[in-house]
């Protein structure tokens, strides 16, 4: 295979092959430092001195970080695609009509550029955390806030201070919170609550990698947290999960991947199970884009690596399967070398694109018959407009990914970037972005749109909503994002989003919504499709309701790793029916009952205990 020289930030970086390669890196071991139990979130000292972290991390962000890259060729273009597949370009906005939002309240006001916000939903809570300002904690329901903002370092001892590039999962198996964030000296901090409640206490780990963990981003397996980040040698890390929540001494896995694309600011992102988690020993696969114009054998397309963890050996090994391209149609991946890419109105500066990397998350679903992957990263449409493209990729042969459905959403000359996209019970998926203009009053603002799973392929299909319409510029630097984070609420159907839009300085937003299904608007979708499981006598009752599925579906008992333990094929009658799965074998523990119907985009996923 051909190969192709870069110039990159001033350095000389030679690109290694493309083509299907085994990794042949060898695993290494990081045994993380247990901080023990930290004071009850609540009870730590209130956060002050948010102005002090702002140059901090500006500067840091700025001019350590995630560098400004040059690209130069020493290859052929590879083909005849370049720009933007007209084919692929949604042009006119979706019709259908959206419900309004369920939440829409204030998160924190970046207290750096960029504020980095992160957040997701529990049972009863949302939390939110931003680059250099506190860790809150909302009542999800009327956006209360349940605490006085609290310093998310201090939950380890010593104390870290605020230091970057935080993530915050709600991990609904486990039904625990995972907080990280980015340290001096390589520190990757993970806290896991002890608890479901967000206010209370927390195991605390430290694990230090060999080069720093910039713009680390987190995804939920079966087998392990699984954290990729922007390093100067690609890394994959895959955190013990299971000891992590019991505060025991937990392990980390590092293994070096080779990516085939440009050295530089790069971060591809690891499956994040949404819905029900994989079967035990199921591998994750990990995905990037990769543009034709970067040479060296690359075509428009997605690559992706699959990662297999085995913790039962004295020393644990992390192995990686070749890389595989899936091709889609061209698009153009490009970006301004400054980062100056998104217009505004009344300024000639412009706001970072974040090109070059597919934007948080990469959700993962299972469904009955086939699996998926939402993903979604910016492209340039013109001089002055930048929009995002998204897939959805689908497993319908075990370890094999291929392209459902593909599209890019410029439905008028507005930019909308720093998207974020997932997939909800029935197959529905939303995309969440920031929008903006160079038009008189179009400031940085949030919004999103959706589409149903048995719409055409390829279109958001729902009229877009603006939720926070922004009301300032920024000229003192061009950093915003540098992501936003699309999260579902437990109850599989309620997408919640926070996003970063311009007021006097970066703000955040957090909202919540449903996309209407077709059956009505009318109708709650709380009640339809309704599943609840409940240990009984003896066994584990699952009862089913308004069930809009017609024919044989599929009800399956999984344990907290993914490992199936029975299952069965149920008819409703008028909509309903009632089954039971033995416990007399059972140990006590949380377990996932999943309803779903065989090829279709149906599923429900309820968490039951026995005790």
């Not at 045994?31 to 209130?46: A, F, H």
């Not at 499956?271 to 990990?286: I, K, S």
């Not at 595989?324 to 217009?343: E, L």
């Amino acid at each position: 295979m051909k190969k192709a020289t870069f110039l990159i930030a001033g350095l000389i970086i030679t690109q290694g092959l493309w083509a299907q390669e085994q990794m042949s890196s060898e695993s290494q071991v990081i045994y993380g430092v247990y901080n023990g139990i930290s004071k009850p979130m609540r009870d730590l000292p209130d956060f002050e001195g948010e102005k002090e972290h702002l140059y901090e991390m500006t500067e840091s962000k700025d001019k350590v970080h995630r560098q400004p890259q040059i690209f130069q060729f020493t290859a052929e273009k590879d083909g005849a695609a370049y720009g933007n597949d007209p084919s692929s370009l949604q042009t006119k906005m979706g019709t259908r009509a959206m419900l309004p939002t369920l939440s829409s309240f204030a998160g924190q006001n970046g207290g750096g550029y960029p504020p980095d916000p992160s957040g997701a939903a529990g049972p009863n809570h949302y939390v939110q955390a931003v680059n250099a300002t506190p860790f809150k904690v909302f009542n999800k329901s009327t956006g209360a806030q349940l605490m006085a903002p609290k310093n998310i370092g201090t939950l380890w001892s010593p104390a870290t201070g605020n230091m970057g590039d935080p993530i915050i999962m709600y991990d609904k198996y486990a039904d625990r919170w995972f907080v990280s964030q980015f340290g001096a000296s390589n520190s990757i901090y993970i806290a896991i609550s002890t608890t479901p409640d967000p206010t209370g206490t927390y195991h605390t780990y430290t694990f230090t990698s060999s080069q720093f963990p910039d713009y680390l981003k987190f995804s939920i397996w079966g087998d392990g947290y699984y954290m990729t980040s922007n390093q100067s040698t690609d890394k994959l890390f895959v955190f013990e999960r299971d000891k992590m929540l019991l505060g025991q001494t937990a392990r980390s896995v590092v293994a070096n991947f080779t990516t085939g694309t440009v050295t530089g600011f790069f971060c591809p992102l690891a499956a994040d199970a949404d819905g029900g988690l994989p079967p035990a020993g199921t591998a994750c696969p990990f995905f990037w884009y990769t543009e034709n114009s970067w040479g060296g054998g690359n075509v428009d397309g997605i690559k992706y690596i699959k990662a297999t963890v085995n913790w039962t050996p004295t020393t644990p090994t992390l192995t990686m399967s070749a890389t595989t391209t899936i091709p889609t149609a061209a698009f153009d991946g490009t970006y301004d070398p400054s980062w100056n890419d998104i217009v505004q109105p009344g300024t000639t500066a412009k706001l970072d694109g974040i090109g070059g990397v597919p934007t948080y998350r990469a959700q993962y679903r299972r469904w009955s018959g086939y699996n998926t992957v939402v993903l979604n990263w910016g492209v340039k449409i013109s001089s002055t407009q930048r929009s995002i493209k998204w897939v959805e990729l689908r497993e319908t042969t075990p370890g094999t990914w291929t392209l459902y459905q593909e599209g890019t959403y410029t439905p008028d000359t507005k930019s909308r970037w720093v998207g974020s996209i997932a997939m909800d019970d029935n197959g529905s998926i939303a995309l969440c972005y920031a929008r903006s203009s160079s038009t008189t009053g179009d400031f940085p603002s949030l919004g999103f749109t959706g589409r149903l799973a048995s719409d055409p392929l390829g279109q958001m299909t729902f009229a877009e909503t603006m939720v926070k319409m922004g009301t300032g510029i920024q000229t003192s630097n061009n950093r915003f994002g540098d992501y936003s984070q699309t999260s579902m609420d437990p109850d599989g159907i309620t997408f919640w989003h926070t996003g970063e839009y311009l007021g006097s300085g970066p703000r955040t937003w957090i909202y919540s919504f449903q996309l209407p299904l077709p059956t009505g608007v009318e109708e709650s979708q709380n009640e339809i499709n309704n599943v609840t499981a409940f240990q009984s006598v003896g066994g584990i009752t699952v009862n089913a309701k308004n069930i809009k599925e017609e024919g044989e579906l599929v009800v399956d008992l999984f344990d907290i790793t993914g490992k199936q333990i029975d299952g069965k094929q149920i008819v409703a009658n008028a909509g309903s029916f009632e089954t039971s799965f033995s416990t007399s074998n059972l140990a006590s523990g949380t377990y996932l009952v999943r309803v779903g119907k065989m090829n279709t985009s149906f599923q429900k996923v309820v968490k039951v205990v026995v005790k």
